[in-house]
């Protein structure tokens, strides 16, 4: 990685980490969210696998697909617009230093 800001979910990943230390996983491009049962209209299936489309903050339509379900909550996983891909990363930490 160049010089500049570490995004926050590979910061988040790397937290805690030691020199000598390794570690590789995947950042999804658009972490997961949990919404409520009752922000999809009454009556409306909800099933793992699903993808429903919504309207985005800027308006424009956005999908998303259902991952999992439990009593009140339902978790879901945004298309991002213009979707970068997920992030693999594959790290030593050679050095720990103090940022001050």
């Known amino acids: 990685m160049g010089p500049g800001p570490c995004p926050p979910a590979l910061e988040e990943a790397l937290e805690g980490m030691a020199q000598g230390d390794k570690k590789e996983g995947v950042i999804?491009?658009?972490?997961?969210?949990?919404?409520?049962?009752?922000?999809?209209?009454?009556g409306e299936e909800i099933e793992e696998g699903k993808v429903f489309e919504a309207k985005g903050p800027d308006g424009n339509p956005i999908k998303?697909?259902?991952?999992?379900?439990?009593?009140?909550?339902?978790?879901?996983?945004?298309?991002?617009?213009?979707?970068?891909?997920?992030?693999?990363?594959?790290?030593?930490?050679?050095d720990v230093s103090d940022p001050n």
Not at 28 to 42: G, W, Y
């Open 64 to 94: 998303f697909t259902v991952l999992s379900i439990d009593d009140d909550d339902v978790q879901v996983q945004f298309e991002a617009p213009g979707a970068g891909k997920d992030l693999r990363f594959k790290v030593k930490i050679l």
């Open 28 to 42: 999804p491009a658009v972490p997961p969210k949990t919404l409520k049962r009752t922000d999809f209209p009454e």
